[in-house]
């Protein structure tokens, strides 16, 4: 069964930096794929970056400032975000489904996937 776990939210400064990985088994990129969402309270999930082997995706909003990568040997994709913004404050979820999705509309689509994490918070303030 594939399960997703992620960790290293927490609280940063504006124009900060946080690493959060997600730890997957029970699958492989060769075959799936796995995105990062996050939903801030009252706000509809929104999707960040969703990556396979050999595709990387992002949300405009998040271009430029947040990298999306994976250690195959560690099971684990990690999203590096620089610059963080105010905006950028909610939980970050990271989701997987199969098959993957291909065509670059659905990449970002929480419909498109049935399994997910529990979540890490990400909190940008001063």
């Known amino acids: 069964e594939e399960q997703l776990v992620e960790s290293g939210g927490g609280l940063v400064q504006p124009g900060g930096s946080l690493r959060l990985s997600c730890e997957y088994s029970?699958?492989?990129?060769?075959?799936?794929?796995i995105a990062w969402f996050r939903q801030a309270p009252g706000k509809e999930r929104e999707g960040v970056a969703y990556?396979?082997?050999?595709?990387?995706y992002y949300a405009d909003s998040v271009k430029d400032r947040f990298a999306i990568s994976s250690d195959n040997a560690k099971s684990t994709v990690y999203l590096q975000m620089n610059s963080l913004k105010p905006d950028d404050t909610g939980v970050y979820f990271c989701?997987?489904?199969?098959?993957?999705?291909?065509?670059?509309?659905?990449?970002?689509?929480?419909?498109?996937?049935?399994?997910w994490g529990q979540g890490t918070q990400v909190t940008v303030s001063s």
């Open positions: 989701a997987t489904g199969f098959p993957p999705p291909l065509d670059p509309r659905d990449f970002l689509r929480a419909s498109v996937y049935d399994r």
């Open positions: 029970g699958f492989t990129l060769d075959y799936y794929s």
């Open positions: 990556i396979t082997d050999d595709i990387q």
